[in-house]
């Protein structure tokens, strides 16, 4: 066993995550954005009852927490004039530790004013195929008679939430009830956790499209899913949309929120950003209650991105990348350790 204080990741490829650092950071320039710095360390965090910041304060006792993303501060940035910004920055969440997490990452974050998440959809592409050509193996892990594969030529394919379901589970489920759902379940014998309770429909939902559609996702190519359920829908806009093909013909509330996955693993996260302040509000007080259900501790929200909002947040669209993620995706490695050089169990 090699001794404990040594990187996980080769010094090879760190060396080489550094160049990919470096050519993400050209391409967001020469595309119009200029990079900012927002606090890692906040009196405010964004409640999100799937998220768990870590906590700590000041010399007065006075508490801060750790930002789990540079969301807010760079939403303040917008309000205040910014027009096309990114940030690369360290981002922390307690709880997530395996295969995927590590409790401290790196994020790449941006926003573009006038942007919305469809206009983002093609930028994440153009940049996911530079990442993946400068790495010099422009598929994730696959290889062909010994050397990388080449991604298609033909763009990544867009399906909507409902529509991955109908393709992998056979049917659409944004007109389903939790009840249905759970049945569903039942019939493909997907095994629910004994937490799960019957009236949590978004959790369902995310049993379901963890055990029968995101393995198929991103496969052959990387695949992008949008217009999420209106439940989760975050901090992202929502719309109508009919449900074709249900009989009676209804309508369903839908998240204009996107996500990327690639050979089964989500990318990024993507949002039509919501400029509604007092909708703001309403979410961030109903993500409080469930972070309390939840057992985490009660969180402050966010009266300045509230009040920035409120003055004023320019339609826009922003996104959100894991880049541990997508370098050992785009180097063909198999866990986060392989990318970074301490995990949290070896810092």
């Known amino acids: ?25 050209e391409f967001f320039q020469a595309n119009g954005y200029w990079e900012c710095e927002t606090p890692i360390l906040s009196h405010e965090v964004i409640a999100d009852a799937n998220l768990d910041p870590f906590v700590t304060c000041d010399v007065i ?15 303040r940035l917008l309000s205040a004039g910014a ?84 393709r992998y589970a056979e049917t659409r489920v944004l007109h389903l009830s939790s009840f249905e759902l759970s049945e569903l379940a039942t019939e493909r014998g997907v095994i629910a956790p004994s937490s799960l309770q ?36 975050a901090l992202a806009k929502v719309r109508n949309v009919s449900l074709a093909g249900e009989i009676p013909k209804t309508t369903a509330r839908v998240a204009e929120r996107f996500e990327l996955y690639d050979k089964g693993v989500e990318l990024c996260n993507g949002y039509h950003e919501l400029t509604d302040a007092d909708e703001f509000l309403r979410r961030s007080k109903a993500e409080q209650s469930n972070s309390a259900l939840e057992s985490h501790e009660a969180l402050p929200g966010a009266p300045l991105l509230e009040e920035a909002i409120r003055e004023g947040l320019p339609d826009c669209a922003g996104v959100a990348l894991g880049l541990d993620r997508l370098v050992m995706m785009a180097l063909g490695k198999t866990e986060i350790r392989d990318v970074i050089a301490f995990p949290g169990n070896q810092a």
């Open 61 to 75: 006792g006075k508490p801060y927490y750790l930002q789990t993303s540079p969301e807010a501060g760079m939403k």
């Open 198 to 233: 019957l009236e949590d429909r978004d959790g369902w939902l995310n049993l379901l499209l963890t055990e029968l559609v995101e393995p198929h996702l991103g496969c052959n190519s990387p695949q992008f899913v949008f217009d999420y359920p209106a439940s989760q829908a």
């Open 1 to 25: 066993m090699p001794p404990r204080f040594l990187p996980t990741a080769s010094l090879e490829t760190l060396k080489l995550r550094s160049r990919l650092v470096a050519s993400m950071r």
């Open 83 to 166: 027009d096309a910004i990114f940030q690369i920055t360290r981002a922390m969440r307690r709880g997530e530790s395996g295969r995927f997490h590590n409790p401290e990452f790196t994020m790449v974050e941006w926003y573009r004013v006038g942007d919305d998440h469809h206009d983002q959809m093609d930028f994440v592409e153009l940049l996911v195929r530079a990442f993946y050509a400068e790495a010099g193996c422009q598929s994730a892990g696959e290889v062909v008679n010994g050397k990388p594969g080449k991604l298609s030529s033909e763009p990544f394919e867009r399906l909507s939430y409902d529509e991955v379901f109908k």
